[in-house]
């Protein structure tokens, strides 16, 4: 049997005012995710363990089976997988935001979505002006990028930039969480107010402030860590070949070290207008080389950030119509059996605009499989499902199980 997971991050939420009290997947129509839920079993999972910030890092990592406590070593180093950066002993690695300050507020943490091109031309810009020896900038996609830094440690206390928008930005400075950190967050916070010195001028933000953008004037610094310690999927759960489809570092660093294939989509962009076919006909022919595919959609996030519901109920329907849908439509024919599982990685609220550490739906559906009586999949429905509240590699453990074990 073949595996897939499609992941809509940040797909869960809370009841909006605007939606009628309902969640964005309440109110969205979906009915394939809807079919799937009632053929197969669901429940909720626990994706952020108690002590850990509710980052797509943590979450992401928990989705797939592993131990927090012994893996995890922050963000940056697994963006830096999937740039090919390699970590020599002693670097720390931090993710590095291209964001928008405005007066005292940190605007948003994307820069206004800056592109890859312009964002580019920044970080080039940077390593120029305030890169050294023991500090180098690399870039990303659009405003995601990396900071690698030797010899810094990673007792920090950093705030990551989508949990406060629209709040003034100092009080959320890099902190040393023990004194031996000091120097390394008086450096982080200094190349953070120098960028807010040199950026602004750039020919990238004069033309966007031109064109009516959020200028990206100032970089944010945050989730250090250094080479993480991590098994593959097929030294842990026996997975004899894996695949990993995503726009966004974070995700295929994870499956660089999970000893997942990286199968990159043209157009694939993170945000609403992401290439949702594209990605679909990749897992399709992921699947048929693969017996285990990992489908990452950053969409949702994006528009739960935002704060825009009605977006986020498009981003919805369309991860249904466009992934889910075509998918299922394609390998439901097939003569060897394909188990999808559907969920997100973490609830982004869009009141809030930030990540909650709340259980997540998800739904099985295996062929051949007893069906647990739920009909639609969504946040208050799976609560009725066979699974409850699972917790640790229990979900990972169940989608891969088979009749045979």
């Known amino acids: 049997m073949k595996h897939l997971i499609i992941l809509g991050d940040g797909m869960a939420d809370e009841p909006v005012r605007s939606l009628g009290g309902?969640?964005?997947l309440q109110?969205?129509?979906?009915?394939?995710?809807?079919?799937?839920?009632?053929?197969?079993?669901t429940g909720r999972l626990q994706t952020v363990p108690a002590g850990f910030h509710p980052g797509s890092e943590v979450a992401n990592l928990a989705v797939l089976g592993y131990d927090l406590t012994r893996v995890y070593e922050g963000r940056g180093v697994l963006e830096a997988a999937s740039m090919g950066v390699a970590l020599q002993e002693g670097e720390l690695a931090l993710r590095c935001n291209l964001v928008c300050i405005e007066g005292e507020n940190l605007k948003n943490h994307s820069a206004g979505h800056i592109s890859n091109d312009e964002a580019a031309a920044l970080i080039a810009f940077l390593n120029d002006e305030a890169g050294s020896?023991?500090?180098?900038?690399?870039?990303?996609?659009?405003?995601?990028?990396?900071l690698v830094m030797a010899g810094g440690d990673k007792r920090l206390d950093c705030t990551p930039p989508h949990d406060i928008p629209m709040q003034p930005f100092r009080p959320a400075l890099t902190k040393a969480a023990h004194p031996g950190a000091r120097q390394t967050a008086e450096e982080l916070n200094r190349l953070v107010?120098?960028?807010?010195?040199?950026?602004?001028?750039?020919?990238?933000?004069?033309?966007?402030r031109a064109e009516?953008?959020?200028?990206?004037n100032s970089i944010w610094c945050w989730s250090p860590g250094f080479r993480p310690a991590m098994r593959t999927m097929k030294d842990l759960y026996a997975v004899k070949s894996g695949a990993v489809i995503s726009a966004v570092d974070l995700i295929r660093g994870?499956?660089?070290y999970a000893g997942l294939d990286v199968v990159?989509?043209?157009?694939?962009?993170?945000l609403y207008d992401t290439n949702y076919e594209g990605k679909a006909r990749a897992a399709i022919e992921a699947l048929k080389t693969h017996d285990f595919v990992y489908l990452h959609v950053e969409a949702s996030d994006e528009a739960g950030h935002e704060g825009n519901a009605r977006l986020k109920v498009r981003t919805i329907e369309d991860l249904d119509r466009r992934i889910v849908g075509a998918i299922y439509e394609t390998v439901r024919t097939w003569r060897e059996p394909v188990a999808i599982a559907v969920l997100p990685d973490h609830p982004t609220p869009c009141a809030l605009r930030t990540h909650t550490a709340d259980p997540v739906p998800f739904l099985i559906c295996k062929p051949g499989q007893a069906a647990d009586g739920v009909d639609r999949y969504d946040e208050y429905s799976v609560a009725k499902g066979r699974f409850g509240i699972l917790h640790g590699n229990h979900f990972i453990t169940e989608f891969l199980k088979t009749e045979e074990s």
Do not use: C, E, W
């Open 212 to 216: 009516g953008k959020d200028p990206a």
């Open 22 to 24: 309902r969640t964005p």
């Open 133 to 146: 020896r023991q500090t180098r900038f690399h870039a990303g996609v659009s405003y995601r990028h990396l």
């Open 264 to 270: 990159m989509v043209d157009g694939a962009t993170g």
């Open 193 to 208: 107010m120098l960028s807010q010195d040199i950026l602004p001028a750039h020919p990238v933000n004069r033309r966007r």
């Open 254 to 256: 994870i499956g660089v």
């Open 27 to 41: 109110y969205a129509h979906t009915p394939f995710m809807d079919h799937l839920a009632r053929h197969g079993v």
